[in-house]
């Protein structure tokens, strides 16, 4: 028997990188996935390889969570979210408007699909996984408004777990490193820019740093939502699980 079976399981952010790996190993697993957010050719993609159904949305917008939610009809076991966005920024010139967008999207939008759901999820119990950041901890100079926005969702997340543990609902925060997705291709392209490298360069100098020597690929960090929706995870709850690959160590003098 799959992990999920009988599950029906809600992901945001599943056009691409780690909503899209997990919207698939859920699917996977046996869950009825709905795939919701934005890049309808890409989330058209990802539901068809997964075998769900497409809720094209953001998470901004209450009218499209709502709409996410009423197609999970009756049930809904497992809420994954995984919608976010970067703009690099410093604290000295991040602009009102980067920095409301940036929380609307990660924080708010978070905040917003798990207040949707939790009446469907306390019927039954359920699990809950907010992707978060190890910038949520070790915030870059160039990464204000998204670490501050990563640091508030675990905040939530734990306030989630406690409030509603009570009712069968587990709510964890995955915290990823560096992974190999379109968001951090965009980075390395930045980053490049800014120093007249290459994305590549940059790319090996990022993973200079990290302990295993690589990013993640999406398929790592969807294996551990996995994990913390299933019922191997039934006494985890208000934790948050670092993925990094080593990558708060202090590697940065590590041989080559």
Same mark, same amino acid.
């Given at each position: 028997?799959? *992990?999920?079976?009988?599950?029906?399981?809600?992901?945001?952010?599943?056009?691409?990188?780690? %909503? #899209?790996?997990?919207?698939?190993?859920?699917? *996977?697993?046996?869950?009825?996935?709905?795939?919701? %957010?934005?890049?309808? $050719? &890409?989330? @058209? =993609?990802?539901?068809? &390889?997964?075998?769900?159904?497409?809720?094209?949305?953001?998470?901004?917008?209450?009218?499209?969570?709502?709409?996410?939610?009423? =197609?999970?009809? @009756?049930?809904?076991?497992?809420?994954?979210?995984?919608?976010?966005?970067?703009?690099?920024?410093?604290?000295?010139?991040?602009?009102? &408007?980067?920095?409301?967008?940036?929380?609307?999207?990660?924080?708010?939008?978070?905040?917003?699909?798990? #207040?949707? @759901? !939790?009446? !469907?999820?306390?019927?039954? %119990?359920?699990?809950?996984?907010?992707?978060?950041?190890?910038?949520?901890?070790?915030?870059?100079?160039?990464?204000?408004?998204?670490?501050?926005s990563k640091a508030a969702v675990v905040a939530y997340t734990r306030s989630?777990?406690? $409030?509603?543990?009570?009712?069968?609902? #587990?709510?964890?925060?995955?915290?990823?490193?560096?992974?190999?997705?379109?968001?951090?291709?965009?980075e390395m392209r930045l980053l490049a820019e800014q120093n007249g490298t290459?994305? &590549?360069?940059?790319?090996?100098?990022?993973? *200079? #740093?990290?302990?295993?020597? *690589?990013?993640?690929?999406?398929?790592?960090?969807?294996?551990?939502? !996995?994990?913390? /929706?299933?019922?191997?995870?039934?006494? /985890?709850?208000? $934790?948050?699980?670092?993925?990094?690959?080593?990558?708060?160590?202090?590697?940065?003098?590590?041989a080559v």
């Open positions: 028997m799959a *992990r999920l079976d009988g599950k029906t399981a809600l992901v945001t952010g599943a056009a691409t990188g780690i %909503g #899209r790996a997990t919207a698939l190993l859920l699917a *996977r697993n046996g869950a009825d996935v709905l795939l919701f %957010g934005l890049g309808d $050719a &890409e989330l @058209a =993609a990802a539901a068809a &390889e997964s075998g769900g159904q497409a809720i094209p949305g953001d998470v901004t917008r209450v009218t499209d969570i709502a709409k996410a939610i009423d =197609a999970c009809g @009756a049930r809904l076991d497992i809420v994954v979210n995984a919608a976010g966005l970067i703009v690099p920024d410093q604290p000295a010139n991040v602009s009102d &408007e980067v920095w409301a967008k940036t929380l609307d999207v990660n924080l708010t939008g978070t905040m917003r699909v798990c #207040r949707a @759901a !939790l009446p !469907l999820l306390r019927q039954r %119990g359920g699990a809950i996984v907010n992707i978060a950041s190890v910038a949520a901890f070790n915030a870059s100079p160039d990464s204000a408004s998204y670490a501050a989630l777990a406690y $409030a509603h543990g009570a009712d069968g609902v #587990r709510a964890n925060a995955v915290a990823p490193g560096w992974v190999r997705t379109p968001m951090s291709d965009y290459t994305p &590549e360069a940059e790319c090996q100098a990022v993973e *200079r #740093r990290i302990a295993l020597g *690589r990013m993640a690929n999406p398929a790592e960090i969807a294996a551990c939502c !996995l994990f913390l /929706v299933s019922d191997e995870a039934s006494f /985890v709850t208000g $934790a948050v699980l670092v993925a990094d690959g080593g990558g708060r160590a202090p590697t940065q003098n590590r």
